[in-house]
């Protein structure tokens, strides 16, 4: 965790809020993994996908949203522009909102294949 990154809310609490967040703006294939023993960048990374550019802006805006609500400032964000991937650091949660061909292209599932799964929404 950054040592910039307030422990405001844990990173369950956190990844539960991004998932919330997700949902309400129709995320799909949601993923919640626990990339702590297997990294030092995040405790969970979660990874979502939305049908087009658009959706995963709008995903990446409801998400923002709801952490700054909770008192969690995004640490960064990468990639909003295109919205093919939206990267959004949160401190001990890092979330990737892609569109299909994108999360097909760089497999970040596969990537983190030794991470445990902490939840799955298909």
């Not at 297997?38 to 996908?49: E, H, K, N, Q």
């Not at 995963?56 to 640490?75: C, H, L, N, T, Y």
């Not at 959004?88 to 983190?112: K, M, N, Q, S, T």
């Amino acid at each position: 965790m950054s040592a910039n990154t307030p422990r405001d809310v844990a990173p369950r609490a956190m990844a539960d809020l991004v998932v919330d967040a997700a949902s309400d703006t129709k995320g799909e294939d949601i993923l919640v993994l626990n990339v702590s023993e297997v990294t030092t960048i995040a405790d969970l990374f979660v990874i979502v996908s939305g049908r087009g550019e658009r959706q995963v802006q709008a995903i990446a805006d409801k998400i923002v949203e709801k952490a700054k609500a909770s008192g969690r400032q995004p640490v960064g964000i990468e990639g909003y522009t295109a919205g093919r991937w939206i990267l959004i650091d949160l401190g001990d949660v890092v979330v990737h909102a892609f569109v299909p061909e994108e999360r097909e292209l760089y497999r970040l599932e596969r990537l983190w294949g030794d991470a445990p799964v902490v939840l799955r929404i298909a």
